[in-house]
């Protein structure tokens, strides 16, 4: 059994910043592949960042330069510190977690894919203008 808390979503202005958290516990260990997707409404969920455990680093294009990733491996805990928000970045933010195995959806770090198996039940960020 692995969970995903994810906590930091809110309201801010564009141009401002959050942090969001997840919190993994249960069954996940630091091999595994943690990342952050989001969707926003009336669209479909897309892979926003992840980290592997040697700690490569992919970012999506539409966040590439704003967002950044890291994660806590000795507490088990995955950031996402995004900045210079737009309109756009209006999505539920989920927390994922996976391994080099087949799943509905997966990121692909350091060229590698990792389907995320495991996800949190989302945060709502929303990003006015």
């Known amino acids: 059994q692995v969970e995903l808390m994810e906590s930091g979503g809110g309201s801010v202005q564009a141009g401002g910043s959050l942090t969001l958290s997840c919190v993994a516990s249960g069954s996940i260990d630091n091999s595994y592949t943690m990342g952050w997707f989001r969707q926003a409404p009336g669209k479909e969920r897309e892979g926003v960042a992840g980290?592997?455990?040697?700690?490569?680093?992919m970012y999506e294009a539409p966040v590439k330069g704003r967002f950044t990733i890291s994660k806590d491996y000795a507490q088990k805990i995955l950031y996402l510190k995004m900045n210079s928000l737009k309109p756009e970045d209006t999505a539920v933010y989920y927390c994922v977690a996976g391994g080099p195995r087949r799943a509905d959806m997966g990121l692909v770090v350091g060229g590698r894919y990792y389907g995320m198996e495991y996800w949190g039940k989302g945060t709502l960020v929303t990003v006015s203008s």
């Open positions: 980290i592997d455990s040697d700690g490569r680093i």
